[in-house]
């Protein structure tokens, strides 16, 4: 273990009594409850945390926050390793492990710190100037150097081995930051009843109050966010999100929020998520996000030991650690001089204050003259030198060079008050000469700012302007508010001049840190005619990388506004866009992942499916049957051809729960079904079953089913597993929209019916043996009929319909039945040698009977391609009807669906494959279809398929040739008509 | 964004399947033009618009709701049947 040797003797909201160990780089390092990896490590001395993107400068911290551009670490190890994590948002934990980025071989010594030297190749819009030829090497040389050389962490490649989740809050009011306006606001409005999510991007609420050394209502700051907290916390109405960041806005107050739940612990609990993506819906939005520090432009401001002033004041007073010994105060605004008193108070050497300000208030400035500090106004900060930091170069207001062997300089550039999330909707800041920044301007109705997002700096002021806010958002709530007292606090002197750069600016320079955007690179962008604030981002990639320009931003819009002598107010800024800070895309997949990307639907047989060595198979979300593997099959075929030529030669057993299924119910259904289907149904008599396809609107098929009556207004419907819900939004738009006169009702039960398919020469007897008290003789229930009977004591229905082609029945129980029925009929089966099949042998035998499935259902064929043409009615209206008649969908060239056979006999006709005339150039101008679906098929001892071929129905005899270069040779196949097997239907109504 | 569901009132926009402008009607009869037009014809306004929307993961209506396609701003959503007399 080693010392802290900057860590100051007293102070801090740091638990010394408990002492934690972590590593960086390998090297060992403490630390105590409540400090920041970045903390810590400044605690030890550490100065260089990081290489920059492009130019591989040695970095170090910034800022003591969530807009940290430089000190990006990788955090853990191994999977769990997250690259680019910000140093200065690291809660410390025992055993943590973090590494640096973007150097090699070791961060002290970088190789690619070459870059520099080539720095001319890298100015703005060198992507675009130095790589474009020739255009070949882009690929294979240019992109590859460019992302080896440039860049930051790098990710593990391994699964995360953590899980993220998702929830949703409702709110009245969504303050957004838990500084001292924070509190006030959800205080203020938890007192009036109002449903308050109070959210903060830190473990510990408070903002301001942690950081700066403040009395308020006569205690110190951390106690009284204390006491504010447990105020809150006794509100049921009101919830404090720690750890919270709202990174978005979005329409109707919706808020995107992240929960870093488990970020600072070394792995997430048992149960617990790594992160929760919160969304927030809010009816009124107080921004209390507080303000950002700006750095001042001058050459070497991007040394180690450069740092914003407000961040080396909340090192002293928060963390109690002093960022060096020695230290220079650069600032344009009245804060500065708070730090110079900061660090006096932490003991130390404060070697100069510069304040670039001529007039500099005698109240700011006797205390530290009077500390014996050396102060410059109107001065100028000519350079920083050292890596680290070693020498600060000063100008004073006439011109005499002053040099400091300092080894920490502070620098206050004044604040930008965070109002990101107002701009998200597009609402745009206004600059505020008075405070020279860009702020909320004139708010949208549901969104306030309050305090340092305002503008407003001074904790009295902060808590009266919360105070506004809050009065704000209850008179639109509509509710009454009579607020107590405000704490008593003071005002600090907050003025700030408008300062964006100092000194000759010659050397780097650096405005955007963490992409290497230097003054000049701003000025180059204005030379060449990029002089929007848009044009300016997009030219130099200013603000682009992760940080979104929190700190860099203004000082860009302020050296292009000078550049092209412009006011800040006529440049404007640029649109801010969610997220205010990265989210791992991790949370927005929460549980969508792996097994669980979507929901898993079973069948009510499932289980009993898998017992008997089924392999599933995907449909949408269902799993289904696909074969039922006996344990001396070696191969699907030998499964699938098995239960095919059980089922043609006795009897098999499908499960088709998955079909959609509608129970329509009205006075009118008849006529609305007749407006679905091309063919008709009003005249449908009850007790019988009808086929029928639907058209999309646009003329082509869109779905095909059966349509049974059971009574006068009562009819029940089946759709391809694959549309039941697009047809069940397809009937409701009928019936809701085109024609709500008619009295129809529709109701989904697919979930609600387990169904059996049957089909076999053996369904009679088995069904007649399964069900005694029914009558399933053809007399009673002829092809096409319908019973409904009971099962058990329950409603049962029982279709005969076939698929296969073969005598078959299809039987339907209450779902939670299911089970139950087939354990029944596999009882009762045994005797017939009942056979399970799976959607294979299903698919099998439907292309041995050629009838249209998905692959033809395709959405490109119309009725007649399908060979159905003839179904149309000639004497109703129909969906689809008139656009089917367009002159390219009645086109006899169309491809139609015909059968296809291997002349051979033996080969493989492949479904995708396209079709040629024979002798014809493999060309797509001589394409005449393709191959839909294809099968071998085992009752005929042949490949089979279905395709889709130009003048089809004409062309039955002639050959083919099947051609498949992606798979394998040319196969000549004899078109042949669809229906292979039993065209006349004979075993179906036997 | 959210969507005031006349049935289940406001209700996060990812329940529902937009469709798109409410106002063509279909025509009946013959009319290849018609149809056409009712299909494929469409306006592309800058302000209020009066689309179709369908509650899927929620009562299954259909909803007619006029949007402002420029602020998303939602000022009205009814059902797409009409209402029975009271």
Not at chain 2, 29 to 55: Q, V
């Amino acid at each position: 273990m080693s010392a802290q040797p900057f860590r100051l003797a007293h102070g801090g909201l740091i638990d010394r009594s408990r002492t934690l160990t972590f590593t960086f780089d390998g090297k060992s390092y403490t630390g105590h409850p409540g400090d920041t990896l970045a903390s810590a490590l400044l605690a030890h001395g550490v100065r260089l945390f990081g290489r920059s993107f492009k130019y591989h400068r040695p970095r170090g911290v910034l800022t003591a926050g969530s807009e940290e551009p430089n000190a990006l670490v990788t955090l853990r190890e191994g999977a769990r390793a997250e690259p680019n994590t910000r140093a200065t948002t690291i809660e410390l934990f025992d055993g943590l492990v973090a590494t640096s980025q973007n150097r090699w071989p070791s961060l002290g010594f970088d190789l690619m710190a070459v870059n520099q030297l080539a720095a001319p190749l890298f100015v703005a819009g060198f992507y675009y100037k130095t790589f474009m030829w020739p255009a070949k090497a882009w690929e294979k040389l240019y992109e590859p150097l460019i992302r080896r050389a440039a860049g930051l962490g790098a990710l593990s490649g391994q699964e995360d081995p953590d899980h993220y989740e998702h929830d949703h809050a409702f709110c009245d009011v969504l303050v957004v930051g838990a500084g001292p306006a924070g509190l006030i606001a959800a205080l203020d409005a938890g007192r009036a009843g109002l449903r308050v999510v109070l959210a903060d991007e830190g473990a510990m609420p408070g903002g301001q109050l942690l950081t700066e050394r403040v009395q308020i209502d006569g205690q110190d700051g951390p106690a009284w966010v204390a006491g504010a907290i447990a105020a809150l916390s006794a509100m049921p109405h009101v919830r404090v999100m720690r750890r919270t960041t709202v990174f978005g806005r979005f329409d109707d107050g919706e808020h995107g929020a992240i929960e870093q739940v488990a970020d600072h612990l070394p792995v997430p609990l048992p149960g617990q998520p790594r992160q929760r993506l919160w969304k927030i819906v809010a009816r009124q939005t107080i921004l209390a996000t507080g303000a950002t520090e700006r750095p001042i432009v001058f050459d070497g401001n991007d040394r180690p030991g450069v740092m914003l002033a407000g961040a080396v004041s909340t090192y002293c007073n928060r963390y109690g650690v002093a960022p060096g010994r020695r230290a220079v105060v650069l600032t344009a605004s009245d804060s500065g001089w708070q730090t110079a008193a900061d660090l006096i108070a932490a003991g130390v050497t404060l070697l100069a204050v510069i304040d670039t300000r001529a007039g500099v208030p005698e109240i700011l400035t006797a205390p530290i003259r009077a500390a014996g500090v050396p102060v410059l106004t109107g001065g100028q900060l000519v350079a920083a030198k050292g890596s680290p930091l070693s020498q600060v170069i000063a100008a004073d207001n006439q011109g005499r060079r002053h040099s400091y062997a300092a080894d920490l300089l502070a620098v206050a550039g004044g604040w930008n008050p965070q109002v990101a999330l107002a701009a998200h909707l597009g609402h745009k800041p206004v600059w505020r000469e008075d405070i020279a920044a860009y702020a909320l301007g004139a708010a949208p109705a549901d969104v306030s700012a309050a305090g340092a997002a305002d503008g407003v700096y001074g904790l009295a002021g902060a808590m009266a302007s919360a105070r506004a806010a809050v009065l704000k958002a209850a008179a639109a709530l509509g509710t009454a508010l009579t607020p107590a007292a405000l704490p008593a606090a003071q005002d600090t002197a907050h003025a700030v001049s408008a300062v964006w750069a100092t000194g000759p600016c010659k050397a780097k320079a650096f405005v955007d840190f963490q992409h290497d955007v230097t003054a000049s690179d701003v000025t180059l962008a204005v030379r060449e005619g990029y002089t929007s604030v848009e044009h300016l981002k997009r030219y130099t990639t200013l603000g682009m990388a992760t940080d979104q320009g929190r700190v860099s931003q203004v000082n860009g819009h302020g050296l292009l506004a000078a550049a092209t002598g412009k006011a800040l107010a006529e440049t404007g800024t640029i649109r801010a866009r969610p997220p205010v800070v990265p989210v791992a895309i991790g949370a927005f997949g929460g549980h969508h992942r792996g097994r669980q990307f979507r929901p898993t639907r079973h069948t009510a047989s499932h289980d009993w499916a898998a017992a008997r060595g089924a392999v599933f198979v995907d449909a949408g979300q269902w799993k289904r049957a696909q074969w039922y593997a006996l344990p001396h099959e070696t191969t699907w075929r030998q499964s699938v051809d098995r239960e095919v030529h059980a089922t043609r030669n006795g009897v098999g057993l499908c499960d088709v729960s998955t079909l959609g299924k509608i129970e329509l119910i009205g006075a009118d259904v008849g006529t609305l079904l007749d407006r679905l289907y091309i063919n008709g149904f009003a005249a449908l008599p009850v007790g019988k079953a009808r086929y029928g396809l639907m058209l999309r609107e646009d003329g082509f098929a869109m779905d095909d089913g059966t349509v049974t009556r059971f009574a006068d207004d009562r009819w029940f419907m089946t759709t391809t597993t694959a549309n039941a819900a697009r047809v069940m939004q397809h009937i409701d738009f009928a019936r809701q929209v085109l024609w709500p006169d008619l009295d129809a009702q529709a109701v989904s039960v697919t979930e609600q019916w387990a169904t059996y398919s049957i089909a076999g020469p053996r369904a009679r007897e088995l069904l007649a043996a399964a069900l005694p008290d029914s009558d399933v003789s053809n007399v009673a229930l002829p092809y096409m009929g319908a019973v409904a009977m009971r099962w058990r004591g329950y409603a049962a229905r029982l279709f005969r319909l076939s698929f296969s082609g073969e005598l078959a029945y299809e039987l339907s129980v209450p779902a939670h039945l299911g089970a139950a029925l087939v354990h029944h009929l596999c009882d009762v089966g045994t005797l017939f040698g009942l056979t399970p099949y799976g959607t294979e042998a299903l698919g099998v035998m439907r292309i041995e009977k050629g009838h249209p499935a998905g692959n033809e259902l395709n959405g490109w064929t119309t009725a007649a391609d399908l060979g159905l043409g003839r179904m149309a009615s000639k004497t109703k209206d129909y969906i689809g009807r008139i656009m089917a008649g367009r002159p390219a969908l009645v086109d006899p060239a169309r491809p139609r669906l015909v059968g296809l056979k291997p002349v051979d006999g033996v080969s493989a006709v492949r479904a995708g494959a396209h079709l040629l005339r024979p002798g014809a150039t493999p060309a797509p101008s001589h394409d005449e279809g393709y191959v839909s679906s294809a099968c071998y098929s085992p009752t005929l001892g042949t490949p089979i398929a279905l395709a889709l071929l130009a003048h089809g129905a004409d062309r039955h005899g002639e050959d083919v040739v099947v051609h498949d270069p992606v798979r394998g040779a040319d196969v000549r196949a004899l078109v042949c008509d669809p229906v292979f097997f039993d065209p006349a239907g004979e075993r179906l109504r036997g | 964004m959210r969507i005031p569901c006349p049935f289940c009132g406001a209700r996060d926009s990812r329940e529902f399947v937009f469709r798109g402008d409410a106002q063509p009607v279909r025509p009946g009869g013959d009319d290849a033009g018609a149809m056409f037009d009712y299909l494929y014809l469409r306006d592309n306004p800058a302000g209020a618009f009066e689309e179709l929307w369908y509650h899927a993961q929620g009562c299954r209506n259909w909803l007619r709701v006029t949007r402002n396609t420029v602020t998303h701003a939602i000022t009205d959503a009814r059902l797409a049947r009409p209402e029975p007399a009271a």
